[in-house]
């Protein structure tokens, strides 16, 4: 199994950003996947989470309204729209299925 995360970045608040997470080595269309976060000195919590046809969706209360889980099952791609972007949205960002985690990808989020 490998996630590769992509698509960080710095940017200012209000702005925008859209992560991709690429999979490989496993039925991609199959699983569930979620993206996570952890920002510095704090510990890792889930943001939002997709399943396998991704026709459910679920988001921490902190991001609902702002960010959007999507997927594209042709091409083992799970994506993360981050719109409205606030200075505590700054993170490593983390694509996940079961026990792998990808190596993650920065999001700065300042003026």
């Known amino acids: 199994v490998q996630l590769v995360e992509s698509g960080g970045g710095l940017v200012q608040p209000g702005g925008s950003l859209r992560l991709s997470c690429a999979a490989s080595g496993f039925t991609f269309s199959a699983y569930d996947m979620s993206w996570y976060r952890q920002p510095p000195g704090k510990e890792r919590e889930l943001v939002a989470a997709i399943t396998s046809n991704g026709g459910s969706t679920k988001y921490a209360d902190s991001v609902k309204g702002r960010f959007t889980i999507s997927r594209d099952n042709a091409k083992n791609t799970v994506y993360l729209q981050m719109n409205s972007l606030k200075p505590e949205d700054t993170a490593m960002y983390y694509c996940?299925?079961?026990?792998?985690w990808g190596q993650g990808t920065q999001v700065t989020v300042s003026s």
């Open positions: 996940r299925l079961r026990a792998y």
